[in-house]
């Protein structure tokens, strides 16, 4: 098993378990995420509810629209990160991103966590607690760049009324990077 194939199985045992032990709540998920930062690090989950966002309306409205689409706002956060140690090995044993053709290395790693995320999506993991209509999945550097929104597109159905929601109100256009920065 070469690199990749290797990363992306490491990726969905872990996902797959982090999403399992979240969903035992039985909330239901409009937004679930798999973030990792502009070296492509280990990633982290990071997922909102409707019934989580519910128990933050005492905070006011504005409160609500700032942190809808936030993963660090997030209680689920990070949630059962530790299941991200066999990723994280792998990645250590490759070595630093800085060592290496970067912009390659990072689109390979990106890849995989698109693929591992593409390749639960289809085993229905997604619609656990809800329709898998109602929830959009993505997978996000940050800082947050265009690719999100371009990722957002291959993962999600954008003809969904989530997709639209989340496209209007926290999607990263390409055009907001005029000056060439990603």
């Known amino acids: 098993m070469n690199f ?3 990363l ?3 990726l969905m045992k872990a996902i797959r378990t982090i999403l399992l032990d979240l969903m035992k709540n039985k909330e239901h998920y409009y937004y679930i995420t798999l973030v990792s930062d502009g ?3 280990t990633p982290y ?14 905070n006011g409205e ?16 990070m949630w059962k990160q530790e299941n991200f140690k066999e990723v994280e090995a ?9 060592d290496m053709d970067f912009e390659k290395e990072y689109e390979l790693r990106y890849s995989a966590m698109e693929q591992a995320m593409k390749t639960l999506d289809r085993e229905g993991i997604f619609a656990l607690n809800q329709s898998r209509e109602d929830v959009i999945v993505l997978v996000e550097v940050m800082s947050p760049d265009y690719t999100n929104t371009e990722r957002a597109y291959r993962l999600n159905n954008p003809d969904t009324k989530i997709f639209a929601e989340w496209l209007a ?4 256009k390409k055009e907001d990077y ?3 920065d990603e």
Do not use: T, V
């Open 169 to 172: 109100e926290a999607a990263e």
């Open 4 to 6: 990749k194939e290797s």
């Open 8 to 10: 992306i199985s490491e």
């Open 45 to 58: 989950i990071s997922a909102w509810s409707m019934e989580a966002l519910e128990r933050e309306k005492e």
């Open 178 to 180: 005029e000056d060439g």
């Open 90 to 98: 792998l990645l250590y044993d490759r070595g630093s991103i800085l």
């Open 62 to 77: 504005e409160e609500l629209e700032m942190i809808k689409w936030s993963d660090a706002d997030s209680p689920y956060c």
């Open 39 to 41: 070296l492509a690090n």
